[in-house]
């Protein structure tokens, strides 16, 4: 095991969709295994392999507060099966050091995925839960989506990225959202 390098905002391979696990061998032990101990070095929810160079379908989250047992879990190969609802998180990402902003996600996903034994299994994240805006924020780093592509002003994400000289929105990476745009504008 060890902790790897994260990648930041800015390098090309973050932008590149990853490949599917077809086997759960000795080499995607050691990633999750990396996934899993860089993620709590950093003090961070979640992590996925593009995040440390390796364009892999595997992610890892940790939803578990300080006074909470860790919980790791870990998703292969992840397909989200049902989403619905919307809500407005503030989202960070440990690719983007200190730089936090707000986004549009589903409030309510359902991911079928396999765990780090390779056998499947299918949870859902709630009521815009910690783990329902984990899922999505991690699962999308697994084709090349980065949370600012979902931002809710992008004006402000530029501000907050050039305070931590990250480069800016890629405007043409925006992603339209009529469903979610919707839902947010009923409540
Ligand atoms: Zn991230």
């Not at 440390?52 to 992610?59: A, T």
């Not at 989250?61 to 790791?72: A, G, K, Q």
């Not at 991690?138 to 004006?155: K, M, P, S, T």
């Amino acid at each position: 095991m060890a902790v790897r390098n994260i990648l930041t905002y800015g390098t090309k391979s973050l932008r590149e969709p990853s490949k599917e696990v077809h086997k759960v061998s000795k080499k995607i032990t050691e990633l999750v295994n990396d996934l899993l101990e860089t993620m709590y070095a950093k003090n961070g929810v979640g992590l996925a392999a593009p995040q440390i160079g390796v364009n892999y379908r595997v992610f890892v989250i940790d939803v578990s507060s300080n006074d909470e047992p860790l919980n790791p879990m870990v998703f292969i190969n992840p397909k989200i099966i049902k989403k619905s609802g919307a809500v407005i998180s503030n989202e960070g990402c440990l690719s983007f050091p200190e730089a936090y902003t707000d986004v549009k996600r589903y409030k309510n996903v359902t991911v079928k995925a396999l765990d780090a034994h390779g056998r499947p299994f299918v949870i859902e994240g709630k009521d815009g839960s910690l783990l329902a805006r984990a899922i999505q924020h991690e699962f999308d780093h697994l084709n090349g989506i980065l949370f600012i592509d979902h931002c809710v002003n992008r004006f402000e994400a530029d501000n907050v990225l050039s305070k931590f000289n990250l480069p800016p929105v890629e405007v043409d990476r925006l992603i339209d959202e009529p469903e979610l745009e919707a839902e947010l504008g009923n409540d």
